[in-house]
């Protein structure tokens, strides 16, 4: 029945080494997004993708990339991990106003 | 800029109480306002979604309430139970930031004690 399914649920990284988060959705809607949230902060919009036109957040680092290969999957990639970088990604999926949530992925950098 | 911000930041209560939650946003130019629910190294939850033109919404025991004009929301919840203890996001969906993007608060973090 998971409808956005993030994987992997926990990942660990190097400082520095490039890391990739994966999403997909089962619900065929045409808006996807990637927030980032950090310990007790309101989740910070990274991109958004309405079909595969893509938009980037005016402050989201270049350190950020997305690639969205088809309407089911999602990918977040960051190049080269810092200590700031550990957090919760969380992606979601709308068509109209409701925005689903997956469960997100625990980013650790060592 | 949009700013979203929760009061309190965090509640405690013991169960069975009536309690509520508060929202409230700096630019009244919106599509809509959404309640989520968030448990402990989880995602997100949608609870319930307002409408600009609708003054409340209600799903069991949670009602939320919307007055656009002065930007605030509140979600009451009515004989509060253990299990809903979590953090409570409110988010809001404007009309002068990007297509469907929403914009959050930081969450009340409710601790409902048996």
């Known amino acids: 029945d998971a409808m956005v399914i993030q994987n992997p649920r926990y990942q660990v990284t190097q400082f520095g080494k490039p890391v990739t988060l994966s999403c997909s959705q089962t619900?065929?809607?045409?808006?996807m997004y990637w927030y980032q949230q950090k310990s007790s902060q309101a989740p910070k919009l990274l991109f958004h993708?309405?079909?595969?036109?893509?938009?980037n957040e005016a402050d989201t680092p270049d350190n950020f990339q997305s690639r969205r290969p088809n309407t089911s999957f999602c990918f977040l990639d960051i190049r080269s991990p810092g200590l700031g970088d550990a957090a919760m990604y969380l992606c979601?999926?709308?068509?109209?106003?409701?925005?689903?949530f997956g469960p997100g992925t625990r980013l650790t950098v060592l | 800029k949009q700013e979203v911000t929760q009061i309190p930041a965090a509640l405690s209560v013991p169960e069975g109480e009536n309690l509520v939650l508060n929202c409230s946003f700096t630019?009244?130019?919106?599509?809509?306002l959404q309640w989520f629910r968030q448990d402990p190294g989880k995602g997100l939850t949608s609870l319930l979604l307002?409408?600009?033109?609708?003054r409340e919404q209600t799903s069991g025991r949670l009602n939320a309430s919307l007055d656009k004009s002065s930007g605030r929301s509140t979600l009451y919840i009515a004989a509060s139970q253990p299990g809903d203890s979590a953090t409570y996001l409110c988010?809001?969906?404007?009309?002068?930031?990007?297509?469907?993007?929403?914009?959050f608060g930081k969450g009340t973090m409710l601790l409902v004690s048996p």
């Open positions: 619900l065929n809607h045409n808006v």
């Open positions: 307002i409408q600009s033109s609708q």
């Open positions: 630019d009244s130019a919106i599509y809509n």
């Open positions: 993708y309405y079909d595969k036109d893509f938009n």
């Open positions: 979601a999926t709308s068509f109209g106003s409701v925005q689903y």
């Open positions: 988010a809001v969906r404007g009309m002068n930031s990007g297509y469907s993007t929403l914009t």
